[in-house]
């Protein structure tokens, strides 16, 4: 799933480490994220959402990734 983390860490001036302990999870969840091979839990998305002083949503690219996935599998019933 793309997300804004990257983004909004390197705006803010954070590590990666700094970043995961404001949120207490590993560094490498961290980079996990950033690198689209890990989707936050909602819990994980809602911390760093507020660390960022951003929504869920905007962090997550909800209505972007709604947008691909959509496209991908098309229209179901």
Do not use: H, W
Request: with cysteine; charged share 30%.
């Amino acid at each position: 799933m793309k997300t804004k983390v990257k983004e909004l860490r390197t705006g803010a001036g954070m590590t990666q480490q700094q970043l995961a302990e404001r949120v207490r999870v590993s560094a490498r969840t961290i980079i996990s994220i950033e690198k689209e091979q890990y989707s936050p839990s909602l819990m994980l998305a809602y911390r760093m959402a507020e660390v960022f002083g951003v929504t869920v949503e905007e962090l997550c690219c909800l209505r972007e990734n709604l947008e691909m996935e959509d496209r991908k599998y098309g229209d179901l019933p």
